[in-house]
């Protein structure tokens, strides 16, 4: 069908489905702008949001804005939409990530909006999980949602889960020789701060960390917060790796869109999630997060799945703080 020019609540509606997207430490690095006559939606890194310590190649900033996108596309599928979307459209205009057109159709796209209560339910869960496996079918659906966007989930051996965690305590213990590591978290962390609409609050630390292996990171650091529960994680947490064959920004916006897929889907399946880019936030750690006996070329993200509670949300923008209409 020929594109139609949306109303303002309608576009408003989209990006709020996209906004509740993951990014690192919640800064929700993106901007909407709406072309009302092509019915166009424009997403764009908002580059005030960027990390230039923990993320200096504005690779997780590409990942969060993928997994916009991708809740773009839900919510447009669930309102009876097509949402066509062409990454990097302007190689001259680097914060341009994506250029997207919506048509209305007959058909949209059922598995997409399947997907869209989820949007809503989809929190960080900072919780221990059960010691119980995600069912194989369920590691399967995973996988496949992953290929639907372009990227690999694996779910590592033994061995590879045993790597991974000891990366993350490498990491941990390198962040404690480098103070400076800390000015993100310290300028994401919103610490008795009701009014914040961004960042991690304290409400969303979850419990200290007393025992188990759960690779969760510690938002509060030495810093003390009033009736802060303590508790022992899972001794064998069930990880996935995401990742793609090549590692371009094109590739960090499909992985986003994927990790968002998986995410949602996992949501759907009764999975609470979490994610940690810790330890690839090092380059070198970064490259040994692969299994060196796969396909998957470049790691993204290390996922936490498992059974247990709903994490809480967080604070997000104003629709009108990061949508301009033209």
């Not at 779910?155 to 990491?171: I, K, M, Q, S, T």
């Not at 590591?181 to 409400?203: H, K, L, N, Q, Y």
């Not at 969303?204 to 188990?212: D, L, M």
């Not at 247990?308 to 604070?315: E, L, Q």
């Amino acid at each position: 069908m020929q594109a139609q020019p949306l109303d303002t609540m309608h576009v408003k509606a989209l990006v709020s489905a996209a906004t509740a997207a993951p990014s690192l430490h919640n800064a929700q690095p993106w901007l909407f702008r709406h072309h009302h006559e092509a019915a166009t939606l424009e997403l764009r890194a908002d580059l005030t949001r960027a990390m230039p310590r923990t993320d200096p190649d504005n690779r997780a900033l590409h990942l969060g804005c993928g997994a916009a996108l991708f809740n773009l596309r839900v919510a447009a599928a669930d309102s009876g939409l097509h949402a066509a979307a062409v990454l990097l459209p302007d190689p001259a205009d680097r914060e341009l990530l994506a250029a997207v057109r919506l048509t209305g159709t007959d058909r949209p796209d059922a598995d997409l909006a399947r997907l869209f209560p989820s949007i809503a339910r989809r929190h960080t869960s900072r919780h221990p999980f059960q010691d119980r496996p995600v069912q194989v079918g369920v590691q399967e659906a995973l996988s496949e949602a992953a290929r639907r966007e372009g990227a690999e989930l694996v779910f590592p051996g033994e061995w590879h889960v045993a790597a991974l965690l000891e990366h993350v305590r490498d990491v941990e213990g390198r962040d404690s020789m480098e103070p400076e590591r800390f000015e993100d978290i310290r300028r994401w962390t919103r610490t008795g701060d009701e009014t914040a609409v961004d960042g991690i609050p304290d409400s969303a630390f979850g419990p200290r960390k007393t025992g188990g292996r759960a690779p969760v990171r510690d938002f509060a650091g030495r810093r003390a917060v009033p009736g802060r529960p303590a508790a022992v994680f899972e001794a064998t947490p069930h990880l996935a790796v995401l990742g793609t064959g090549q590692d371009r920004p094109q590739d960090w916006l499909r992985a986003g869109q994927a990790l968002e897929r998986v995410l949602l889907l996992a949501t759907l399946n009764g999975l609470a999630t979490s994610l940690t880019s810790h330890s690839l936030e090092r380059e070198d750690l970064r490259e040994l997060a692969r299994d060196p006996r796969s396909a998957l070329g470049f790691v993204h993200m290390v996922l936490r799945l498992g059974y247990g509670p709903a994490g809480t949300a967080t604070p997000r923008r104003p629709v009108e703080e990061v949508l301009e209409i033209r």
